[in-house]
């Protein structure tokens, strides 16, 4: 699998610190679009609130894009790897269970980005949640369902 080439590359230097803020990005297997349905993009969220719900991140921005999902969290409790682990696998064990399918669902790996102190945070959600209008699915952030940031 293509994909897979580098995938050891995302995990090199990966440190995880409790209350640190990173920027998070999953990818579907083969870019499949399978959260273009709104339905299945409400599992990931449902999947951002139980990492919340279990102390493992606070949920800063997010945005579910057909193909992957962005994160913005301060870190809680538990390690990265750990982490995108069990929301990873939560999305996929309820998603092919919700649409009948079976096998693989996520790239390997995912992406990371510690966030600076001096970051402006606000920017960085915006940015987030602007995805939708870049990639030309929506002319205002406001008609796009799959999004939300604490500050917007």
């Given at each position: 699998?293509?994909?897979?080439?580098?995938?050891?590359?995302?995990?090199?230097?990966?440190?995880?610190?409790?209350?640190?803020?990173?920027?998070?990005?999953?990818?579907?297997?083969?870019?499949?679009?399978?959260?273009?349905?709104?339905?299945?993009?409400?599992?990931?969220?449902?999947?951002?609130?139980?990492?919340?719900?279990?102390?493992?991140?606070?949920?800063?921005g997010?945005?579910?894009?057909?193909?992957?999902?962005?994160?913005?969290?301060?870190?809680?409790?538990?390690?990265?790897?750990?982490?995108?682990?069990?929301?990873?696998?939560?999305?996929?064990?309820?998603?092919?269970?919700?649409?009948?399918?079976?096998?693989?669902?996520?790239?390997?790996?995912y992406?990371?980005?510690?966030?600076?102190?001096?970051?402006?945070?606000?920017?960085?959600?915006?940015?987030?949640?602007?995805?939708?209008?870049?990639?030309?699915l929506?002319?205002?952030?406001?008609?796009?369902?799959?999004?939300d940031?604490?500050?917007?």
């Open positions: 699998m293509p994909e897979l080439k580098h995938a050891h590359r995302l995990r090199t230097g990966r440190y995880s610190e409790s209350g640190q803020i990173y920027l998070l990005t999953a990818v579907l297997l083969n870019r499949e679009p399978l959260f273009r349905d709104f339905y299945n993009g409400r599992l990931v969220v449902d999947a951002f609130r139980t990492a919340e719900r279990e102390e493992f991140a606070t949920s800063l997010w945005v579910v894009m057909p193909d992957h999902f962005h994160w913005l969290i301060e870190l809680q409790n538990t390690q990265l790897p750990k982490l995108m682990a069990r929301t990873k696998s939560r999305i996929a064990v309820t998603l092919n269970r919700s649409v009948g399918r079976q096998g693989p669902v996520w790239q390997h790996g992406h990371d980005r510690a966030i600076r102190k001096e970051e402006d945070l606000q920017a960085v959600a915006r940015y987030i949640v602007a995805n939708p209008l870049r990639a030309g929506v002319e205002t952030v406001g008609n796009y369902p799959l999004w940031a604490i500050w917007l």
